[in-house]
């Protein structure tokens, strides 16, 4: 053995204690630690990206990268990172995700590990929490947008069934065009779409109802009683991420009723809001769409890269992403056989995280982390309301705060950019930026199980500071 590996091989509790050591002085810090660091710290420093011959041994290796590397480390893991839509990390799912690479199983069925029974009482669990029937079931994959990626694979697939066409076998060509329906689909769903083969040029932006990133319903009825023969997915939306938004869900059962379509739900993060019983009616009428996309490395808090795709047609899921070999399991219809289900062949035992945080903190825990977030969010969008140079640019529906600056001279997006820039060196408070309704504006999402009463007087504080300050 390689001496380097010899030496390892040895002191492995040492590493583990360096390690452990390392990351409870992190978790210590956290609250001080800035949101952005500077970008310089965000770099290499000269001469560290060759590769050496012999190896120092991992304790070096820690102490190299910590010693060299931590400023570079975002506080984004903390109660006040409020950018794009960023979950923390619940101590039992830390725990969980660290047995994870210790034990390092294969996630798929294969007989010979505990993980796809583990991943399938998550699952179990997750539906229970969020109230969706017995006939969907689930897959771990690494995000949502590859739950939508998955999601619309199966749409395709029911479309070429609809169409006499077996597009697993024969390809997007035999079924020809398709098209695309959504009023606010994230983005990630075009990206879905190029990689599906059906095309970023499918999707068709439907009208919004006024005021709002919500679809018209009536606007969709028109645009499917115009185009009565094209094979049509809809992609609905339960929560956007400026101003977590939902579209109607029971409208577009009805118009699905009518008209014959794939109705996907993108709940990225808003679906976890169905764990609380005052915001499960956003989600009304989705446990009967045909799939479903949730994340769990958001509104979850368990650590990257988990989400959840969910379906209620498991068989063509696996005319989708079966994987037939003489050494492999055979594709038998079960919803733990996840190699023929998702994507990868072999999997990383994601679901562990999620399982062990469900059963660490529950019903209840869950619940809480959402309330709260959503508690908070509403008492920074009334700080800002109230705030000299902020306005609100929507009501604060749920856990996303969407404003603009006002009273601004000059470009308002360079004015924007530059609030931002202050905010980022000032540390204390992450915003990300966005446009809503043409308009630059800045969002703070809050799904960080930690964020209390006193992240929102400090984000408060922060944000007014750097309002009126010059670059
Ligand atoms: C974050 C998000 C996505 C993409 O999720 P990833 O986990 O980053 O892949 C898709 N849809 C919505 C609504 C989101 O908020």
């Avoid at 932006?205 to 094979?231: C, G, K, N, Q, Y």
């Avoid at 969008?381 to 749920?398: D, H, I, M, T, W």
Wanted: charged share 15%; glycine share 8%; proline share 5%.
């Amino acid at each position: 053995m390689h001496p380097s590996l010899q030496q390892d091989l040895s002191q492995f509790p040492q590493i583990l204690d360096q390690v452990r050591q390392l990351a409870a002085t992190f978790l210590a810090g956290l609250h001080e630690r800035p949101v952005c660091p500077p970008l310089a710290a965000q770099q290499l420093k000269p001469g560290d990206d060759r590769l050496s011959d012999e190896g120092v041994g991992a304790q070096a290796a820690l102490d190299y990268f910590w010693q060299r590397y931590a400023d570079g480390i975002s506080a984004s893991a903390g109660p006040r990172y409020f950018g794009f839509v960023t979950g923390g990390v619940t101590p039992a799912a830390l725990a969980a995700d660290w047995l994870v690479s210790a034990i390092d199983q294969n996630s798929q069925l294969s007989h010979d590990t505990i993980a796809a029974a583990i991943e399938l009482a998550a699952i179990e669990q997750l539906k229970s929490l969020l109230g969706l029937p017995a006939d969907f079931s689930g897959t771990l994959v690494s995000g949502a947008t590859m739950a939508n990626f998955c999601g619309l694979a199966i749409g395709r697939q029911w479309l070429g069934e609809r169409y006499g066409v077996n597009v697993a076998q024969q390809g997007m060509a035999a079924l020809g065009k398709v098209q695309v329906l959504a009023a606010s689909p994230h983005s990630s769903s075009e990206k879905a779409l190029s990689m599906l083969g059906i095309g970023r040029d499918a999707l068709q932006l439907v009208a919004t109802l006024p005021d709002s990133e919500a679809i018209d319903p009536d606007a969709l009825e028109r645009h499917l009683a115009a185009h009565p023969t094209t094979p049509t997915l809809v992609l609905a939306s339960a929560g956007t991420v400026n101003t977590v938004a939902f579209d109607n869900i029971p409208r577009l059962l009805a118009l699905r009723e009518r008209y014959g379509f794939w109705l996907h739900v993108d709940a990225a993060f808003g679906g976890i809001a169905a764990s609380s019983p005052a915001y499960a009616p956003l989600l009304e009428g989705w446990q009967q769409a045909d799939s479903i996309t949730v994340d769990a490395h958001k509104w979850l808090n368990v650590p990257y890269d988990s989400a959840i795709q969910f379906t209620r047609h498991l068989a063509l899921q696996m005319q989708v992403f079966q994987n037939q070999s003489a050494y492999l399991e055979a594709p038998d219809l079960r919803p733990d056989n996840y190699l023929h289900l998702t994507p990868e062949n072999s999997r990383r035992f994601r679901a562990l995280p999620l399982w062990m945080s469900l059963v660490a903190y529950g019903r209840s825990g869950v619940r809480d982390m959402v309330e709260r977030n959503v508690q908070l969010a509403k008492r920074l969008g009334e700080g800002l309301a109230a705030s000299r140079g902020f306005q609100l640019l929507a009501p604060v529906n749920l856990n996303v705060v969407c404003f603009a600056l006002t009273d601004v001279v000059g470009d308002a997006e360079a004015a924007r950019d530059g609030f931002l820039e202050r905010l980022n060196q000032h540390g204390a408070i992450r915003c990300t930026a966005t446009r809503y309704r043409g308009q630059p504006a800045v969002r703070a999402a809050l799904v960080n199980w930690m964020t209390e009463e006193q992240d929102i007087a400090l984000a408060l504080e922060a944000l007014r500071t750097c309002r009126f300050t010059a670059a």
